[in-house]
């Protein structure tokens, strides 16, 4: 049987995706894969205890690191746990690019908008959802997409709407955001995994022709 796929997360806060792939993936009975480690941008991090307490490797660049010295770290940290995949789920630096082409095409990240909407430098956490709801959009979601050499840029591999209420705050348009974040991180990781999807020669994320062949599809009556 073929190994399974190695999944390693970079993390900056509370971790709620991270648990989420933890509890898809590191379960008996779960899909052919593991979250085998997280590296966290900062040693206060939530996502720290969630991976003590799932019985995940963790570790953390020293916090004086210059650019190439944190590229060295990601690089030989994830090359120790033996990555095939690597999932930006709430990490808040800039990935440096030697990281970014050493998993070209197996790097992924969740943004909490309809990018390429209310994306970009700067655009994260609650800053997002209060850019959303003084726009005065009706729509926002959220997006998973292979990992290039800007924040929040690179090809979507999917994509889910939340609508925006009459008198939501970026509380509550972040926490409606971040439960559709739960589902579709998992579901689009494990589609990576299983070779489903992927970065295809057009630069655009290409979906096998099986997947629109399941029943999700097919086994609509009339
Ligand atoms: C998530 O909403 C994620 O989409 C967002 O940070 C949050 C992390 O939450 N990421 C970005 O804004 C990236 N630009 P979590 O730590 O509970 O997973």
Redesign the pocket.
């Known amino acids: 049987m073929a190994e399974p796929v190695r999944i390693a997360v970079l993390?900056s806060?509370?971790?709620?995706?991270?648990q989420a792939l933890v509890d898809r993936f590191n379960r008996a009975g779960g899909p052919q894969g593991a979250v085998v480690g997280v590296i966290a941008s900062r040693a206060d991090a939530g996502?720290l205890r969630r991976a003590r307490r799932a019985g995940v490797a963790s570790a953390v660049p020293p916090p004086q690191a210059g650019e190439e010295e944190t590229a060295e770290f990601l690089l030989e940290t994830l090359a120790a746990w033996r990555s095939d995949i690597v999932v930006l789920?709430?990490y808040m630096k800039l990935v440096p690019e030697r990281v970014v082409r050493a998993y070209w095409g197996r790097i992924v990240?969740?943004?909490?908008a309809l990018l390429p909407a209310f994306g970009g430098k700067g655009?994260?956490?609650g800053r997002?959802h209060r850019a959303v709801i003084e726009a005065g959009t009706r729509i926002t979601g959220a997006t998973v997409h292979f990992v290039d050499e800007a924040y929040?840029r690179g090809p979507i591999l999917c994509q889910w709407p939340v609508p925006v209420l009459a008198g939501d705050t970026p509380e509550s348009v972040a926490a409606r955001v971040?439960a559709v974040?739960h589902q579709i991180l998992p579901a689009a990781v494990e589609s990576l995994a299983a070779g489903i999807v992927r970065l295809g020669a057009d630069g655009r994320a290409e979906w096998a022709r099986e997947w629109f062949e399941t029943e999700v599809f097919t086994n609509r009556e009339g």
């Open positions: 993390a806060g509370g971790g709620s995706n991270f996502v789920a709430g990240n969740i943004h909490p655009m994260y956490g997002v929040d971040l974040e």
